[in-house]
Nanobody
Framework: QVQLAESGGGLVQAGGSLRLSCAAS????????RAWFRQAPGKERELVARINGGGVTYYADSVKGRFAASSDNVQSTVYLQMNSLKPEDTAVYYC????????????WGQGTQVTVSS
């Protein structure tokens, strides 16, 4: 089992920045894919960024050029640097891990709220 815990959310004004962290514990050695999702009220959950192996393989069009995903050397902690935040970025942000490069994500954090005021 893998346990995930996000941190770093909060309230920020439009144009500001936040850095989210996702700390993993447990059997992380077999993890291949790490991702950030978000879900705004009344909307479906959206994939924001994905790290497969050692590199970022996906950004949602809505965050390209503003958000940057990364991980530490042992890939047990992943980050999401969010710059030039917009009110439409307001959502609960989740990190998720899986053992394979495709398929459903098996492990999820509890989520962290990001609120961007205009």
């Amino acid at each position: 089992q893998v346990q995930l815990a996000e941190s770093g959310g909060g309230l920020v004004q439009a144009g500001g920045s936040l850095r989210l962290s996702c700390a993993a514990s447990g059997r992380t050695g077999s993890i291949y894919s790490r991702a950030w999702f978000r879900q705004a009220p009344g909307k479906e959950r959206e994939l924001v960024a994905r790290i497969n192996g050692g590199g970022v393989t996906y950004y949602a069009d809505s965050v390209k050029g503003r958000f940057a995903a990364s991980s530490d050397n042992v890939q047990s902690t992943v980050y999401l640097q969010m710059n030039s935040l917009k009110p439409e970025d307001t959502a609960v942000y989740y990190c998720a891990f899986r053992n394979w490069d495709v398929g459903e994500y098996d492990y999820w954090g509890q989520g962290t709220q990001v609120t961007v005021s205009s």
